[in-house]
């Protein structure tokens, strides 16, 4: 029998939470699938299937067959009512011990950022000695959903004790009730796309088109160079016979993207910037991030790439166009800054989630905002700007793709790589704005 | 894996009696290991009048097998050690010899022939280098001659290397046993007394951290299966493309996996900053990543021909460079084994296969070369050579072609990827610490560089 | 009260009769009040609406609902056949609602309907029709007024008699303003706003029937965008007031391109245009006192 992971050892020290010192969380590693573009090579897979292939290969990585994970956290943004236990039944098919108990976590994109961050909280307060967290998506599984007046008929036949009952229920059955309705993209309280939503901040902004095309091109540029050097060896796993992101257009030119037509905010004419280009497409993929105490981690012999350092979320009023969507991380930053006695400019690498090259480019801007950072975020003096050659170094959501809840774990794990390789005490910020108006920031140290 | 069907076929009694009644191969299932297996199904025979024969005889009895010295008209052998280590004149081959030929039909099924004798180039003067020399063809000769799954082979002590010493007793073990089940006509040299037996033949490799390459699928899976069976920790390598088949296999034997491309000038490293950081050391190392890019040689193009030689030979000379450097001390041990995997085709070479026979070649050339540097630090390194074995890559090949490929071979039938794993594992063991530098062919006695 | 469906049939019947007889209308609202006693909004009305625009609370129904509700009666008032202006072809022009209680469902209600203020209009004629709804007196309580709202209808082409035309006012430019939200609404709204709220003009049912009657295809009813523009929106325990004039119809399927603006703490205003055209399809206001 494994050892369950505990804390009541006599000779470990006291738990935070018990009244002992604080530790830190460390990340020992990650795991992915490639990205796939959705309705693509993975649409036969689900999100479990994903979720468990991406744990397996993580088990793979470092050796936890059979171990007793203290728990696996991880979410799907857009998931069946019928994988109401998604990430514990990934966890029963996976290699390890089937006592590793799990849950589900959703914030939208920031789900994987969410999940890692309250678990490393844990193992920082001795609740835990391990974790996987992450996230998955597949839009190809996408529920179908019923129209509601379909549903209305459905359950009252569910409903109908008599046939008589029955029989009235399905008297209102008509034909077009069959059509399912497609998941959409849009905001619930205001109907509109993400990217409508961006094109106004990106407007408000004064981001150029120029501008989110090159920061395009060099996500592209960038991934691709990480790929060619082999950086994602050790943190992608294939899946289904892909073994890099299908998103990825290495040969990518400016001249390229700068012809494709506008696809969010046509309604604003010649204002209009956004183009399937410089925006992420619908994405499937799943990403895990393994994390454990440095004790946890040197009796297994794994390694330690850096450590979690805290995470702040925000949220912004956006129904009415207060704030744009995806600001909110422009909001939870100073927070976390501020907490950690910290300044934008003391990392050595910024890991931007690229939802749209606007937004990357608008939350920037907005911490280069004087009266921004005093109006908004109350700051006597703006946040100021950063070194651009730190930004997103080996590519992001642009280049990879985007399956929403996965992509705070890929993050997670390519930047604690990155830091790891520059070494012991550099600093990573990240910043991932979510569906809703939320948003999630976190600093990584490097070991 | 292709099935063999016909195997399968000519095992049930109707099929059996045509293929008898039209002189077709009878091939039959062989006995293949299986942990906790009696090292023979029946009694064993004992010949020769030199002392390895009374040695081979004790050893025997001590693994508890039944040990005759003479033969009963009526007996079943399961296996016959024939010793000819005292034989000084081509005339002294004939008393054992004809002994073994009037038990060649008491002979069950899967039965073993083993010759004991030294090498012939140990031996300057002529009649004793040409009796020596006479038992290798006699050797050969027989394993054309068996039936029934029955396979015959060599255990050459050279350097006057004594029965008695641990890498013989592991090879006669091997030889013995259903683990060289597929390796028929061959000869494994004993030419030190280094080495050691395990605590437990089923466990040789217990406490053992094994790398090997190429381990995601087809052979490379099935020595990783077998290492891990055998007691190693197994880190399993292969290109980053293959990583999901190499998790799965490496879940499956509680490894870890490596996702790397063993060209890059930086594989050597990254291994074994592996294997410091999660195992703590690294005991075997097992090169079985390859490729085939094949093409007649007036059709052949440099990406062909280069990436073969780059993946093939190229990167396991820069690996073990990296293995032997004296920065990995403190992760390789004292008595670091390499297996390599080479082909009949580097052998006796295959049409269409300049580039693959040239790097498989290569890598007998740099088994044999490297044997010193290994010595020297009570180490070993040796090359297997697969024959006609049944995997996806043959499986593909046209019926006929892999028809008659299969049944080339004395055993008439293809060897499985856990024939080569068996090898693989006792080269890769302390038992076989006394063989280096050598080729051990894993053909069924395959006529393709007989 | 007669189901809305019945009127429309006797309002066809009526306009027959009416292009045969070329009888001249009265000129004069009528003058009495169509009143209802204890009408009952049922759960299921309530379910059906909340199916369309979201949850609703019971004891505190949304504006329009109540609207739906009352409606009829104000309906069974321009069918007569007293009433100065057809009903078929009317135009729905305006609405202003103070919502000053709470109304319950499955609770006794006091509808009343009257009609006033015929007015002329640059493009015929206009009326106010004014439904008020109580809560029924019970033993120890008053009648206590709940809600009340007034519609305006246009009669297109219908002049009163010594009536001077009015000029057209000029459009003034209409430049949209900031998008805030986006209602995607589909071909099937209309039918199911009807099935809700028992408003079958054919105008809203499918576009063949829209277009015998001149549209320029199946339209939104002006009510459906009401509660689109209030859903979620009207505070608990009512004491609001709110407002919709609408410009140029939805036609379905289409897309609204909505502004919601906080000109100051207790003002919204809500501006829906069509974003190809950019013409303005309604503007509402909705007033929350601060409390």
């Not at chain 1, 040969?251 to 506008?262: A, N, Q, R, V």
């Not at chain 2, 993946?311 to 041990?333: K, P, T």
Request: net charge neutral.
């Amino acid at each position: 029998m494994t050892s369950a992971s505990s804390n009541t050892s006599k000779n470990s020290p006291k738990a935070a939470i018990a009244g002992g010192e604080l530790r830190p969380a460390v990340i020992v590693g990650g795991n992915r699938t490639p990205f796939v573009r959705s309705h693509g090579k993975y649409a036969t897979a689900s999100n479990k299937d994903l979720l468990t292939a991406t744990l397996d290969g993580l088990v793979a990585r470092f050796g936890l067959q059979g171990e007793q994970i203290g728990e696996v956290a991880a979410g799907a943004v857009i998931k069946h009512s019928k994988d109401f236990n998604l990430t514990r039944e990934a966890v029963l098919g996976t290699a390890l011990d089937p006592r590793t108990p799990a849950h589900e976590v959703q914030i939208a994109c920031a789900t994987g950022m969410e999940a890692i961050g309250g678990l490393a909280n844990k193992i920082r307060l001795g609740q835990l000695d391990s974790a996987i967290g992450g996230g998955v998506d597949s839009i190809s599984d996408a529920p179908l959903v019923f129209s509601d007046a379909a549903r209305a008929v459905l359950m009252e036949l569910n409903r109908a004790k008599s046939t008589k009952a029955k029989l009235t229920a399905l008297s209102k059955f008509r034909p077009g009730h069959l059509a399912p309705q497609a998941p959409g993209t849009g905001e619930p309280r205001t109907g509109m796309s993400m990217g409508d939503h961006q094109a106004r901040t990106t407007l408000k902004w004064e981001i150029t088109r120029e501008a989110q095309d090159q920061l395009a091109l060099d996500s592209h540029k960038n991934l691709a160079a990480a790929y060619d050097r082999g950086f994602f060896d050790d943190l992608i796993t294939p899946f289904r016979g892909v073994s890099r992101d299908n998103n990825l257009r290495p040969d990518s030119t400016l001249e390229k993207l700068g012809s494709l037509k506008p696809a969010f905010g046509k309604d604003l004419g010649e204002k209009a910037t956004m183009t399937a280009g410089n925006s992420t497409p619908l994405t499937d993929g799943a990403s895990v991030v393994l994390l454990g105490s440095e004790e946890w981690a040197s009796e297994r012999g794994l390694p330690v790439l850096a450590e979690f350092v805290d995470f702040e979320t925000g949220a912004v009023d956006f129904v009415d166009g207060d704030e744009g969507l995806l600001m909110a991380p422009a909001y939870a930053l100073p927070r976390l800054l501020e907490r950690q006695g910290m300044s934008l400019q003391d990392f050595d690498y910024y890991e931007i989630h690229e939802a749209f090259a606007g937004t990357v480019l608008s939350t920037l801007k907005a911490w280069e905002d004087e009266e921004f950072c005093r109006t908004r975020l109350g700051l006597d003096a703006p946040l100021g700007s950063i070194d651009r050659a730190k930004l997103n170094v080996n590519g992001s959501s642009l280049a990879a793709g985007h399956p929403f809840a996965a992509t705070g774990g890929r993050i997670v794990a390519s930047l604690a790589k990155m830091l790891h390789e520059k070494g012991t005490g550099s600093l990573g910020l990240i910043s991932v704005c979510a569906a809703g108006g939320q948003g999630i920031v976190a600093i990584l140290r490097g070991r | 894996m292709s099935t063999d069907t016909y195997t399968a076929l000519v095992n049930q009694p109707l099929g059996k009696k045509i293929a008898a009644a039209l002189g077709l191969p009878q091939p039959v299932e062989l006995r293949r290991h299986t942990p906790g297996q009696p090292l023979l199904d029946g009694l064993a025979l004992v010949l020769g009048s030199g002392p390895a024969a009374q040695q081979v005889a004790d050893q025997l009895l001590d693994w508890g097998v039944d040990v005759r010295r003479h033969a009963g008209a009526k007996d079943r052998f399961a296996a016959v050690v024939a010793c000819f280590d005292a034989v000084q004149t081509p005339a002294d081959l004939s008393d054992t010899a004809l002994e073994v030929g009037q038990v060649m039909r008491q002979l069950g099924s899967s039965a073993r022939v083993i010759t004991v004798s030294a090498d012939p180039s140990d031996a300057t003067d002529p009649a004793a280098r040409s009796a020596r020399k006479g038992v290798e063809g006699l050797t050969r000769s027989l394993a054309h001659e068996m039936r029934r799954g029955g396979t015959a082979n060599g255990l050459v002590l050279a350097g006057g290397t004594e029965m008695s010493a641990p890498g013989a007793v592991g090879a006669l073990r091997f030889l013995l046993s259903a683990r060289s089940a597929f390796v028929s006509g061959q000869f494994l040299t004993v030419g030190t007394s280094e080495g050691a037996l395990p605590q437990d033949w089923d466990r040789p490799l217990a406490g053992k951290v094994a790398v090997v390459t190429g381990a995601a699928r087809g052979i490379g899976e099935a020595i990783a299966r077998t290492l891990h069976r055998d007691g190693a920790t197994v880190v399993g390598v292969d290109v980053p493309a293959a990583g999901e088949q190499l998790a799965a296999v490496v879940n499956s034997i509680h490894g870890t996996s490596l996702q790397l491309d063993i060209t890059a000038p930086d594989a050597g490293a990254r291994i074994l900053e592996h294997c410091r950081t999660r195992h703590g050391r690294m005991d075997l190392v097992v090169h079985n990543a390859g490729i085939t890019r094949d093409k007649m040689l007036a059709n052949m193009d440099a990406a062909r021909w280069d990436s073969v030689i780059a993946v093939n030979i190229e990167s396991q000379l820069a690996m073990n460079q990296a293995f032997l450097a004296d920065q990995a001390r403190d992760v390789v041990g004292d008595h670091l084994r390499i297996v390599s995997l080479a082909s009949t085709s580097g052998i006796a070479g295959n049409r269409g296969q300049t580039n693959y026979a040239a790097s498989k070649a290569g890598v007998i050339g740099m088994a044999s070369a490297s044997a010193e540097l290994l010595a020297e630090r009570g180490g070993t390194i040796n090359a297997v050579a697969p024959g006609f074995i049944e995997t996806e890559m043959t499986g593909k090949m046209p019926f006929l072609t892999r028809e008659v490929a299969r049944r080339m071979n004395s055993l008439s039938q293809g060897g499985r990827p856990v024939d080569v794993a068996e090898a693989i594992s006792f080269l890769g063991s302390d038992a076989a610490g006394g063989t280096n530098g050598t080729v051990l062919r894993v053909c069924g006695q395959g006529i393709m560089g007989a | 009260m007669t189901p809305l469906i019945t009127t429309y049939r006797s309002a066809v019947t009526q306009t027959v009769r009416d292009a045969v007889t070329r009888r001249r209308r009265p000129r004069q609202l009528p003058g009495h009040a169509v009143v209802v006693h204890g009408h009952r909004i049922s759960q299921n009305q309530v379910e059906d609406y909340a199916q369309l625009f979201g949850a609703v609370d019971p004891q505190d129904l949304p504006s329009v609902l109540v609207h739906v509700a009352a409606f009829p009666a104000a309906m069974e008032l321009m069918a007569e056949p007293d009433f100065p202006l057809p009903l078929m072809g009317m135009v729905h022009l305006e609405n202003r609602v103070q919502h000053h209680l709470p109304v319950p469902a499955e609770t006794d209600l006091e509808i009343m309907a009257t009609a006033t203020d015929l007015a002329a209009h640059p493009s015929g004629t206009t009326v106010d029709l004014v439904v008020t709804v109580h809560r029924s007196a019970d033993e120890g309580s008053e009648t206590q007024l709940l809600w009340e709202g007034t519609s305006t209808y246009l009669a297109k082409g219908v002049r009163l008699q010594d009536a001077e035309r009015p000029p057209k006012a000029a459009h003034p430019d209409f430049t949209p303003p900031e998008v805030t939200a986006q209602w995607r609404l589909s071909g099937s709204t209309g039918r199911e706003y009807a099935a809700v709220s028992g408003d079958y003009n054919p105008i809203h049912l499918h576009p063949l029937t829209a277009k015998a009657l001149g549209m320029k295809g199946m339209i939104a009813h002006g009510m459906y965008l009401a509660g689109r523009m209030l859903a979620g929106r009207e505070p608990v325990g009512a004491g609001h007031s709110w407002s919709i004039s609408f410009a140029t119809p939805v036609v379905l399927p289409g897309t609204v391109q909505v502004s919601y603006a906080h000109p100051d703490a207790q003002r919204t205003e809500v501006t829906g245009w069509n974003g190809r055209s950019s013409k303005p399809h309604f503007t509402g206001v909705l007033e929350i006192p601060v409390r």
